[in-house]
């Protein structure tokens, strides 16, 4: 299913995580990890996106080691069954305007490590996924670094969102910015001084697909 992020949403989006960044990092440092982690407006950007867009839509596949019940379905013992996430996460039973991208909804959930059965981007149980922890500390401290050093702009008005087809959920249409890198100038010769490799080119207008 495809929807379109408005351009009015992502602009807030990216000031509110702006001004958040550098309530928690200061004016003008680089993010480490252990402030990525505390940035409540960038984790639940990262949330909601996970809810929205969950990278394993049917997690994997798992097989009943006895029979059980799940809802009114009896299920025998050496059944292969799929969690269909996708569907779970956008259930208008469970979410409110569940197609909408609205990271507030995350707002009153504590640090996010309370157990919820309605989102369960990293699966749950025994055979969680080990590195969810760490995913989500290197996605705050990836998308804090970027939206701290440059500023970004959209090419076109709408960004696609539509969803191609895997097992993972791949992005149909590459997303498509600018970063004018000089307005960022003194975090960008902060990086260079402490020669920090990027694989971000280093043209003054550049483009960048995703
Ligand atoms: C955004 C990043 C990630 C997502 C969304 C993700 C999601 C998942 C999902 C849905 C599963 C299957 C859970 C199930 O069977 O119900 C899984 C399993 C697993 N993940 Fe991740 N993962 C991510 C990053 C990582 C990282 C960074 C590591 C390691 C450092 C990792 C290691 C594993 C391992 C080892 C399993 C298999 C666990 C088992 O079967 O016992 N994942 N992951």
Not at 76 to 105: C, I, Y
Not at 106 to 125: H, T
Request: aromatic share 8%; with cysteine; charged share 20%.
């Amino acid at each position: 299913m495809g929807s379109v992020a408005s351009p009015q949403q992502s602009t807030n989006n990216e000031e509110a995580s702006t001004r958040d960044i550098e309530t928690h990092a200061g004016h003008n440092q680089l993010l480490n990890e252990s402030n990525a982690s505390k940035i409540k407006y960038l984790q639940n950007i990262i949330t909601e996106t996970l809810r929205i867009y969950p990278v394993a839509p049917l997690l994997i596949p798992h097989e009943s080691s006895s029979d059980c019940k799940v809802c009114d379905y009896d299920i025998p013992k050496g059944t292969m069954l799929l969690a269909n996430l996708w569907t779970l996460q956008k259930d208008p039973n469970l979410w409110a305007d569940p197609t909408r991208f609205v990271s507030e909804r995350f707002d009153d959930n504590g640090d996010g490590s309370k157990v919820c059965y309605n989102m369960i981007p990293f699966g749950v149980g025994r055979r969680v996924c080990p590195g969810g922890v760490l995913a989500k500390h290197v996605m705050g401290h990836a998308l804090g670094a970027l939206f701290r050093c440059f500023e970004w702009e959209k090419i076109e008005d709408q960004v696609d969102m539509a969803e191609g087809i895997g097992l993972t959920l791949p992005k149909a249409q590459s997303l498509q910015t600018l970063f004018p890198i000089e307005l960022r100038m003194p975090l960008l010769r902060e990086l260079l001084k402490k020669k920090v490799k990027t694989r971000l080119p280093l043209p003054l207008f550049g483009s960048n697909n995703f």
